[in-house]
């Protein structure tokens, strides 16, 4: 069974290069993330990280990183792919 967050992510560990079994790992980050289950089912964690955008995502990242802001406070830059800080 593929979703498209394992697809998603086999491609960029594909586009990286030099990983021999890059589904596997991206099988087992995704298991370790919280975002599937060993049989390969999506946790809601992971139906949830499925169901966003690249600005989701980056802004996702941006709050687990820090200490006490919430995603409201984020800005996303589509150039960059991160999202900082509001000024």
Do not use: C, F, W
Request: glycine share 12%; net charge positive; aromatic share 2%.
């Amino acid at each position: 069974m593929s979703t498209p967050l394992l697809k998603r992510l086999t491609q960029q560990l594909t586009d990286q290069g030099g990983i021999k079994d890059p589904e596997g790992l991206a099988r087992s980050l995704l298991i370790k993330r919280g975002h599937m289950t060993e049989k390969g089912k999506l946790t809601s964690e992971g139906e949830k990280r499925e169901g966003m955008n690249a600005d989701g995502r980056a802004i996702d990242r941006a709050v687990g990183r820090s200490s006490g802001h919430k995603a409201s406070d984020y800005i996303y830059s589509s150039k960059t792919n991160r999202a900082t800080l509001k000024k």
